[in-house]
T-cell receptor
Framework: GAGVSQSPSNKVTEKGKDVELRCDPI?????LYWYRQSLGQGLEFLIY????????KSGLPSDRFSAERTGGSVSTLTIQRTQQEDSAVYLC??????????FGSGTRLTVV | GIQVEQSPPDLILQEGANSTLRCNFS?????LQWFHQNPWGQLINLFY???GTKQNGRLSATTVATERYSLLYISSSQTTDSGVYFC???????????????FGKGTKLSVKP
């Protein structure tokens, strides 16, 4: 597609429920990244996928967070047993070598 | 890990004024990007500029990789320039390889009419 697409744009969930966030990267981009941004804060790296290599999960804050990328394209970020501190905007980006990142519009997650 | 420092943290301008935002980084980099996050939260890629100078309309950027800093120039500022400007760097790896960007804390710009 023309840009990075994320869904849903907004998600309200009850504490303890699981959520899945989806990212559809730009076609042909080999790398895909997940970040989160809490209110008024900078961007916190979560995980990235590069081609067929094992993902870099070094930024995931706890084992409740996981992500997969199917067929080198669409990615899903899953948060299990959500907590209130998980509330944030979750941003996905994709990139190609020497082209820089393109971000999606994000998913605003609110845990109540 | 690599450190990214942006200055100033906050900036208020009168419409029409010029400004310079600075980004210092602590190690050699593969990639440096400037982003604008508008008031609706959308992150827009302004420049991919690991070295050299680029211009796009009223905006230009210069990265001096050997001295580990980058500058973003905004000329004739407009109210629509308001938002947060982020500098982000990727630590030096092999040619063509990609890694995660480390973001600075941003410069919050407010342009008054």
């Amino acid at each position: 597609g023309a840009g990075v697409s994320q869904s849903p744009s907004n998600k309200v969930t009850e504490k303890g429920k699981d959520v899945e966030l989806r990212c559809d990267p730009i076609s042909g981009h080999t790398a895909l990244y997940w970040y989160r941004q809490s209110l008024g804060q900078g961007l916190e790296f979560l995980i990235y996928f590069q081609g067929n290599s094992a993902p870099d999960k070094s930024g995931l804050p706890s084992d409740r967070f996981s992500a997969e990328r199917t067929g080198g394209s669409v990615s899903t970020l899953t948060i299990q047993r959500t907590q209130q501190e998980d509330s944030a905007v979750y941003l996905c980006a994709s990139s190609a070598p020497y082209r820089g990142y393109t971000f999606g519009s994000g998913t605003r997650l609110t845990v109540v | 890990g690599i450190q990214v420092e942006q200055s100033p943290p906050d900036l208020i301008l009168q419409e029409g004024a010029n400004s310079t935002l600075r980004c210092n980084f602590s190690d050699s980099v593969n990639n440096l990007q400037w982003f604008h996050q508008n008031p609706w939260g959308q992150l827009i890629n302004l420049f991919y500029i690991p070295s050299g100078t680029k211009q796009n309309g009223r905006l230009s950027a210069t990265t001096v990789a050997t001295e580990r800093y980058s500058l973003l120039y905004i000329s004739s500022s407009q109210t629509t320039d308001s938002g947060v400007y982020f500098c982000a760097v990727e630590q030096l790896k092999g040619l063509g390889s990609q890694g995660n960007l480390i973001f600075g804390k941003g410069t919050k710009l407010s342009v008054k009419p």
